[in-house]
Antibody, heavy 118, light 111 residues
Framework: QVQLVQSGAEVRKPGASVKVSCKAS????????FYWLRQAPGQGLEWMGW????????HYAQKFQGRVTMTRDTSITTVYMELDKLKSDDTAVYYC???????????WGQGTLVTVSS | QSMLTQPPSASGTPGQRVTISCSGS????????VAWYQQVPGTAPKLLIS???QRPSGVPDRFSGSKSGTSASLAISGLQSEDEAKYFC????????????FGGGTKLTVL
């Protein structure tokens, strides 16, 4: 079955970077885009960008341009999201998701809590 | 401030029908189709409705979506206690080059 399994919780200091992974299984890895979204505590969802795992092409939301990098390793069917220059308001649960059946986010990872604190 | 406006809360009793609204503009809902997500605390969002009114496989037909102009709605009929969750609407927006935007979410309480 389709699974997106993310890496575990992280704690970082302001100014540091974090890299979150998302391992995909149960479908053709290079056939579908991957998306990253985040949710600050008690807040709504925020879309960060997409990655085409076939070509490696990316598109980032304007808010995150210059600070986020999305990459993939096709040999292990894993995508990554790295966020630099962390601030306290980057504290959030980060999700990877994909659109396998419909034009919406129909499969999600379990989420990774990133805490930014001095 | 979200580009899509949802009421912060809604409530109903078991068996009732409730509706959650999502208000946008010509650059988002007026142009693109709407999706709805259900999120139980501590879990990832789950897709309920895509393309305004399409239910993915496995979603009960108690859930239905609609869109008119620059607004969309999610209706839940035959309300059940397990429907208590937060609901988000989502679509794309031309002012953000087609990037996805979400509503702030509506917390549904089953009384």
């Amino acid at each position: 079955q389709v699974q997106l399994v993310q890496s575990g919780a992280e704690v970082r200091k302001p100014g540091a970077s974090v890299k979150v992974s998302c391992k995909a299984s149960g479908f053709t890895f290079t056939g579908y885009y991957f998306y990253w979204l985040r949710q600050a505590p008690g807040q709504g969802l925020e879309w960060m960008g997409w990655l085409n795992p076939n070509s490696g092409a990316t598109h980032y939301a304007q808010k995150f341009q210059g600070r986020v990098t999305m990459t993939r390793d096709t040999s292990i069917t894993t995508v990554y999201m790295e966020l630099d220059k962390l601030k306290s308001d980057d504290t959030a649960v980060y999700y990877c998701a994909s659109s396998l059946v419909v034009d919406a986010f129909d499969f999600w990872g379990q989420g990774t809590l990133v805490t930014v604190s001095s | 401030q979200s580009m899509l406006t949802q009421p912060p809360s809604a409530s109903g009793t078991p068996g009732q029908r409730v509706t959650i609204s999502c208000s946008g503009s010509s650059s988002n809902i007026g142009t693109y189709s709407v999706a709805w997500y259900q999120q139980v605390p501590g879990t990832a969002p789950k897709l309920l409705i895509s393309s305004n009114d399409q239910r993915p496989s496995g979603v009960p037909d108690r859930f239905s979506g609609s869109k008119s102009g620059t607004s969309a709605s999610l209706a839940i009929s035959g309300l059940q206690s397990e429907d208590e969750a937060k609901y988000f609407c989502a679509t794309c927006d031309d002012s953000l080059n087609g990037d996805w935007v979400f509503g702030g979410g509506t917390k549904l309480t089953v009384l």
